[in-house]
């Protein structure tokens, strides 16, 4: 079974950098595309930026030359370098992989971490 790890949120003041990671494990070969979304209180879950096995990246226009996003195939793991942090950023944030190959099969749906809260606030 494959489960997704966030991990590296806290409280930041506003104008500040956060790294968050994510470790996926359950003897997996390959994941096609890991991603991390954000969810605020109240509102929808929604996209942050998406990277894929070769290195393809995709952000939401609202972070956008603030986040970036990276990963270590090798390792199974994925990295969100977050900078110049906004109130507006403040949101539980969600570890995806989509498209993650085992030994036993391949899966080409959403796989999801149980998030990790970002607070920015002074």
């Known amino acids: 079974q494959v489960q997704l790890v966030e991990s590296g949120g806290g409280l930041v003041q506003p104008g500040g950098s956060l790294t968050l990671s994510c470790a996926a494990s359950?003897?997996?070969?390959?994941?096609?595309?890991m991603g991390w979304y954000r969810q605020a209180p109240g509102k929808e879950r929604e996209l942050v930026a998406t990277i894929t096995r070769g290195g393809s990246t995709n952000y939401a226009d609202s972070v956008k030359g603030r986040f970036t996003i990276s990963r270590d195939n090798a390792k199974k793991k994925a990295y969100l370098q977050m900078n110049s942090l906004k109130p507006e950023d403040t949101s539980v944030y969600y570890c995806n992989a989509r498209g993650v190959r085992t030994a036993i099969y391949y899966d080409s749906g959403d796989q999801w971490g149980k998030g990790t809260l970002v607070t920015v606030s002074s």
């Open positions: 359950g003897s997996i070969f390959s994941i096609d595309a």
